[in-house]
């Protein structure tokens, strides 16, 4: 693993340790302190292609998976859409040892609250995600979601309803935020992604890029209609690890965000 663009303050021994990607992608020191912050975490082909095979498991690879868990053990709430926790098979966050220290002290839970976004309810509730889960487990919904839906996913989840007929999302992160979850992750789906960049929600993206060609119909990272603008973002730290790369790029309006 090499670091082309290094954001530290020296250099890295050893950038495959826990201990140096957790540096390398810490959230802004305001970040805890009143500033929510929300940071994107996909992974694509180099033709674009956000997922091989229906997945995106199809695109990782060894040090994809372990940046993703260093991304969760840094964050105090994922934030995935239902239609991606049903075809990835979402479980439980798990705690990690080598992060029970740092978390205790920045008054995180043990691993982070996974909250799904739904409009329509469609879970499956006996899932270890609502079953067994370390931390209980969060649904995001709007008001027109189903009444009896919204009872039985309130018996196995804490709900929060914002919006009327969709979701809405700036209202949601604020929701979120205001329980203290101000270091908010995103593992989308692409629609999710596309509507919360499309809100101007979006400070921070880590997007890792796989020497994989697919074509085919497989949607980008962001699916849906043309953001209003094209949001610009600048890059702050780039790895290299057997032909990976590993990109992080923030928002170009929050040049004194940079962790």
């Known amino acids: ?9 020296g250099p890295v021994d050893d950038l495959w340790s826990l201990e140096s990607l957790a540096e390398v992608y810490a959230y802004p020191e305001q970040v805890g302190r009143g500033l929510p912050w929300l940071r994107a975490n996909m992974v694509s082909g180099l033709d674009g292609a956000a997922r091989l095979d229906g997945l995106s498991e199809g695109l990782s690879g060894d040090a994809d998976k372990r940046i993703f868990g260093v991304l969760r053990a840094l964050a105090d709430v994922v934030l995935v859409g239902a239609q991606t926790v049903r075809a990835e098979g979402y479980r439980p966050a798990r705690a990690r040892a080598e992060f029970a220290a740092a978390r ?10 996974i909250a799904i ?9 006996t ?46 992160l604020a929701e979120l935020a205001g329980r203290g979850w101000q270091r908010q992750l ?3 789906g692409p629609r999710l992604l596309g509507q919360l960049a499309a809100a101007g929600l979006l400070d921070e993206l ?5 020497p994989v060609l697919s074509g085919g119909e497989s949607p980008r990272i962001l699916h849906g ?35």
């Not at 693993?1 to 303050?9: C, D, K």
């Not at 976004?117 to 509730?125: A, Q, Y």
């Not at 919006?163 to 700036?170: H, I, N, Q």
């Not at 730290?237 to 965000?257: H, K, M, P, V």
């Open 127 to 172: 899932a270890p995600l609502f079953t067994a889960p370390l931390v209980r487990t969060v649904v995001v919904t709007c008001e027109s979601a189903p009444a009896e839906a919204r009872r039985a996913v309130a018996a196995a989840a804490d709900l929060v309803v914002a919006g009327e007929d969709a979701v809405d999302l700036p209202t949601a």
């Open 117 to 125: 976004v739904s409009r329509g309810l469609d879970l499956d509730l």
């Open 1 to 9: 693993m090499q670091q082309l663009i290094n954001p530290l303050s």
């Open 206 to 210: 880590c997007l890792s890029l796989a």
């Open 225 to 259: 209609p043309a953001l209003p603008s094209a949001a610009r973002m600048r890059l702050v730290s780039l790895i290299e690890q057997n032909g990976f790369l590993f990109t992080r790029y923030l928002r170009a309006a929050d040049t004194a965000a940079e962790a």
């Open 186 to 188: 995103t593992e989308g």
């Open 104 to 113: 205790a002290a920045a008054g995180q839970p043990p691993a982070p609250v």
